[in-house]
């Protein structure tokens, strides 16, 4: 099967800010691919122009072989590519299935969904099997958002996310300002997200973590990819050097001994 999703040579600049210069990347369904690089290197940039936030000044968004103009976040969701933000957009009053199916109720059939009466059951089943595919299995769909940690709180933004997705899920920064089992928790259901057959992309500074869970790692430095191979075999070390460049300064030699 041809690449799932990625973008082909693509530039992006804000004023005289060239934020990508020149960035070709494919994810495959199934395979989890972490985005790494310093601030500023272009990782969000590059997440926003392929879920349609942004358009390329030049390249292209390709899906399944051909070049796609997402033209907005709504246009890449009708893709099916889906993006989870690290500022959650969650309502922390409302209740897990009530947030996994913000602005988009399903109605019942027939006339009680035209006077607008929500089917309930589906939408409780939905929700419940969404969550059981990740790791927050067992927390009843009813609780509010505001009783769960930070950790299932992502995991119910994955799941809303999910939900929709049938190409790809795009992270940043999902385990951001959480803790270290809050953040093994995202990743489990990260992993469960690609096994589900799903092409997935994560932005994150965990470097660790990443190596444990993705495929491929790619890290972009000032706007160009500067490594992009299968995470077996990488070390934490080859993959900084390559966030801060091989050219950075050897540690001068120590004088007078
Ligand atoms: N909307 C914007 N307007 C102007 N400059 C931007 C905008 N978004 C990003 N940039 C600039 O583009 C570069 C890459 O930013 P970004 O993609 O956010 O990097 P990262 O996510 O890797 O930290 C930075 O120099 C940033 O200041
Ligand atoms: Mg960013």
Known sequence: MPEAFGVRNVFKSFGHVEALRGVSLAVSRGE???????????????????CGVYQPDSGSVELDGSSV?????????????EVVYQDLALVPDLSIQENIFLAREIPQTGWR??????????????????LETLAIRGVPTSVSVNELSGGQRQAVAIARSVLRATTA?????????????????????????????????????????????ATRIVVLRRGQIALDEPSAGLTVKRIVEAMMGETAPTPAPELGK
């Open 113 to 130: 969904g035209l006077i607008g009466l929500l089917d309930k059951a589906a939408m409780s089943s939905q929700s419940e099997k969404a």
């Open 169 to 213: 899920l795009l992270l940043d920064e999902p385990t951001a300002a959480l803790g270290v089992r809050q953040s093994d928790l995202v990743c489990d259901s990260i992993v469960r997200v690609a096994e589900s057959g799903l092409a997935v992309l994560v932005i994150s500074h965990d470097l660790e973590r990443m190596l444990r869970i």
């Open 69 to 81: 103009r997402l033209t907005s976040s709504y246009d890449a969701s009708d893709h099916g590519i």
């Open 32 to 50: 989890i691919v972490a985005l790494l690089g310093d601030n500023g290197a272009g990782k969000s940039t590059l997440v926003k122009t392929m």
